[in-house]
Nanobody, 123 residues
Framework: QVQLVESGGGLVQAGGSLRLSCVAS????????MGWFRQAPGKEREFVAAIRGIVGRTYYADSVKGRFTISRDTNTVYLQMNSLKPEDTAVYYC??????????????????WGQGTQVTVSS
């Protein structure tokens, strides 16, 4: 059974940094694309970043490009978030899908999801 568990969320002031982690278990994830999404109150869940392979191609939403960095080892994916803004406040979710070739950016393309971790950025 695939399980994704996020950690690292919290409260930070604007301009600060946080590092989110997502530990995946249940199978080998080297061929999986891993992604981060976020959902603010009253809004749809939106794509943040994705990575394919261990040292593979990455893709970012325009809103976080240059501030966030996604990386991974075999079964853990990270999201380093710098220069945080109040509008980054949301629940952040880790997601995974078995696709060695694609780099999905839409919610519907991912099969597995974590429970989410809250990130709050104060102004």
């Amino acid at each position: 059974q695939v399980q994704l568990v996020e950690s690292g969320g919290g409260l930070v002031q604007a301009g600060g940094s946080l590092r989110l982690s997502c530990v995946a278990s249940g199978r080998t994830f080297s061929n999986y694309a891993m992604g981060w999404f976020r959902q603010a109150p009253g809004k749809e869940r939106e794509f943040v970043a994705a990575i394919r392979g261990i040292v593979g191609r990455t893709y970012y939403a325009d809103s976080v490009k240059g501030r966030f960095t996604i990386s991974r080892d075999t079964n853990t994916v990270y999201l380093q978030m710098n220069s945080l803004k109040p509008e980054d406040t949301a629940v952040y979710y880790c997601a995974a899908v078995n696709t060695p070739a694609r780099l999905p950016t839409s919610r519907s393309e991912y099969d597995y999801w974590g429970q989410g971790t809250q990130v709050t950025v104060s102004s």
